[in-house]
C-alpha cells in the first residue's frame, strides 16, 4: 500500500505562499516531512525550486537547499533556509533548524543567527507517516469521487538507492466566462522504506509552481550533535523576537 499527500491541502498551503515575500523560508507552503521512526537513520538534501507568478502576470523563480537527518533513535533534524534568486551562487542562510525526539517528545527550535532556542514538549504522540496521507492503490484512487478531478499511477521507480510509488493528481477547475479551465497538477513520489516524500511537485498556473526532491542520501548513523542544541546557545531573554 502506498502513500502520499492530500493535494487539495496543499494546493490551499500553496495560494497563502504566493503573497510571501522572497526571503520567506523553504519550508512555506509544501514540505518534505520527515518521520521521527526509530532504526532507519539516514541524512539528505532537500533542493527546492519555486516560481511565484506576481500580480502583474511576470514570474519570479526561486531557489533553496537544506539539510534534513534522523537518527536511530527517530530523532530528526529539519533545517530552514532562506529563498535566494534562481540565478544566484549564494549558499542559502539558515534561518532556523527544528529538532524533534520522540522519545521524550521534546521539539526544539534553534535560531542559529541570535543563538537562541526554544523548546516544548508536546502532548500527542509523534506522527509516523507524513500528514494528512491518503492511500492510493495502483488500480485507481481511494479520493471520494469528483467529476474536475482524476488520479494518475505513475508506478514504481528508484531514487537516491530507494523504491518510491510515483501518483499524479490532475484537478481541472472550470473557466468563468469565456476564460480557459485552469489544471492544477499534484505529483508525489513516496518511499515505503525511508517512510518519506522523496519528490512534491504541484504546478497552478494562478499562483505558481514548486518542486521539492530529495537527494544526496546517505543511510550511515549521522553525527549525534546534530540532533542536540548546540554548546552557547541559550534561550531568549525577554522581550527578544525575531
Not at 492510493?136 to 471520494?144: E, I, V
Request: contains cysteine.
Amino acid at each position: 500500500m502506498q502513500r502520499r499527500f492530500s493535494p487539495t491541502a496543499v494546493s490551499c498551503l500553496f495560494v497563502l505562499l504566493a503573497i510571501a515575500v522572497p526571503s520567506a523560508s523553504a519550508q512555506a507552503g509544501p514540505d518534505i516531512f520527515v518521520t521521527p521512526i526509530p532504526h532507519s537513520p539516514f541524512r539528505g538534501v532537500v533542493e527546492v525550486e519555486r516560481s511565484l507568478v506576481r500580480p502583474d502576470g511576470s514570474v519570479l523563480r526561486l531557489k533553496t537547499t537544506r539539510e534534513i537527518a534522523r537518527d536511530s533513535r527517530g530523532r530528526i533534524r529539519n533545517e530552514s533556509r532562506s529563498m535566494i534568486p534562481i540565478s544566484s551562487n549564494q549558499t542559502p542562510g539558515i534561518v532556523r533548524v527544528h529538532l524533534f525526539d520522540p522519545e521524550t517528545r521534546t521539539s526544539i527550535m534553534l535560531d542559529p543567527q541570535e543563538r537562541t532556542f526554544s523548546s516544548m514538549t508536546v502532548n500527542h504522540p509523534p506522527a509516523t507517516v507524513p500528514p494528512r496521507l491518503v492511500y492510493a492503490s495502483p488500480t485507481g484512487s481511494t479520493l471520494p469521487p469528483n467529476e474536475f478531478t482524476k488520479e494518475e499511477d505513475l508506478g514504481m521507480q528508484e531514487m537516491e538507492g530507494v523504491a518510491v510509488h510515483g501518483v499524479r493528481e490532475i484537478q481541472t477547475i472550470p473557466a468563468e466566462s469565456k476564460g480557459k479551465d485552469v489544471v492544477v497538477t499534484d505529483e508525489y513520489w513516496y518511499s515505503d522504506d525511508l517512510r518519506i516524500n522523496m519528490l512534491i511537485a504541484h504546478n497552478d498556473p494562478r499562483t505558481g509552481s514548486v518542486t521539492m526532491t530529495v537527494r544526496q542520501v546517505t543511510r550511515s548513523e549521522p553525527d549525534a550533535a546534530l540532533f542536540e542544541i548546540p554548546n552557547g546557545y541559550n534561550r531568549p531573554k525577554p522581550g527578544q523576537t525575531r
